[in-house]
């Protein structure tokens, strides 16, 4: 593996960052909103965890980049088109039912997905997974216990896991998805094929959904284009406009 | 109020080896999610190594009307306290 491809290599790390840096950036929105003082807390831990993350994955992006950059100048100078998020994790919040929907999905994906990283021919790579799955362990524990809570709960809760779960369905299939990049990443020993990560995410989220009285889906449709930058939701553009504007209106700002 | 998750008092213990100090209270609606609550409130500078919870309803207080009976005796009785011995100065800070 002498010869790994630098720019398949740095694709991968910015779907790595750009997936937390995006799903922080969401979470971070409660801030203050959080229907109790205690969500708010938790959720404002998870965005911090996730945003820490961030600067590991974009850092060693940058780095391996080799323009000079940085975590911030990629997490705030680049714009909508060159992110490689899924589109999962830029969706509006919605309510605070779909935002754990949201968070557990991704939570469930991101656990599996680092315990696999762990066992990466690359150093960087095995660290920062080694580093966050502790943290996601915690999140994926504490998302799957509230959709159980709020799936299993009042019938006004229960309605409004189920209509979460069915509108945000559409959008995990795209976790799963391979392309040269992947293969790339595959060959070198660096990461996972995605597709094989489906089997055991289903049965979590199937053991979740179950013992939350929700109903998967039937339908295997996924939106896709966010991971390959061909086209993300109208909403990324609206999230960097707030994420990013202090430093596209003072360049540089430090504190 | 029917719908409010009940309250719990939290108990963490230090990173020295310390006995559970009482920190604060929180609203959760059960025990497992007490304690997540919890961490996320009361951990997050590393405060601790241990944390326990318990229903506030379950703690039984003293009242502060029956303060006089119960504390203002030991006011009078200086001859509790050990203060009355002579230490050599070998002996040092005890």
């Known amino acids: ?255 | 109020m029917k719908n409010e998750w009940p309250l719990w008092e939290v108990f963490i213990r230090g990173q020295h080896g310390m006995s559970h100090r009482h920190v604060g209270s929180l609203h959760a609606p059960d025990a497992n999610m007490a304690i997540k609550n919890a961490r996320d409130v009361y951990t997050r500078r590393n405060e601790g190594v241990s944390i326990w919870v318990v229903e506030a309803k379950h703690i039984s207080a003293t009242s502060p009307s029956e303060k006089g009976p119960l504390f203002e005796p030991s006011e009078s009785k200086v001859y509790r306290h050990p203060t009355f011995f002579d230490i050599p100065d070998e002996v040092g800070h005890m």
Not at chain 1, 23 to 32: A, D, F, K, Q, Y
Not at chain 1, 36 to 64: C, R
Not at chain 1, 200 to 219: C, I, N, Q, W, Y
Request: charged share 25%; proline share 3%; hydrophobic share 45%.
């Open chain 1, 1 to 255: 593996m002498a010869e790994v491809d630098q720019k398949a290599l740095l694709q991968f790390l910015l779907r790595m960052g750009d997936n937390t840096l995006v799903l922080g950036h969401r979470v971070s929105e409660w801030c203050g909103h959080a229907p109790v003082l205690e969500e708010d807390i938790a959720l404002a831990n998870t965005a911090l965890d996730l945003i820490g993350q961030t600067q590991l994955w974009l850092g060693y992006a940058a780095e391996v980049q080799g323009e000079g950059k940085d975590a911030d100048a990629l997490a705030f100078l680049r714009d909508a088109w060159d992110f490689r998020n899924v589109l999962l994790v830029e969706l509006p919040n919605g309510d605070f039912g779909r935002t754990m929907m949201r968070q557990f999905l991704f939570d469930a994906w991101q656990s599996i997905m680092l315990g696999l990283l762990q066992k990466s021919n690359d150093k960087t790579v095995r660290e920062i997974a080694a580093k966050a799955s502790k943290e996601v362990a915690y999140h994926v524990e504490r998302s799957s216990e509230t959709v159980v809570g709020l799936g299993d709960g009042t019938e006004e809760s229960h309605r409004r896991m189920q209509e979460a779960l069915d509108y945000l369905y559409p959008y995990v299939g795209e976790m799963f998805l391979s392309d040269d990049i992947d293969t790339a990443m595959i060959d070198a020993g660096i990461a996972p094929d995605p597709a094989a990560l489906r089997s055991e995410f289903d049965s979590l989220v199937g053991r979740v959904m179950a013992e939350a009285t929700l109903t998967l889906p039937d339908g295997r449709f996924a939106h896709k284009g966010g991971r390959s930058g061909y086209m993300h939701t109208e909403h990324l553009g609206h999230l960097l406009t707030s994420m990013q504007w202090l430093q596209r209106a003072y360049p540089g700002a430090a504190w």
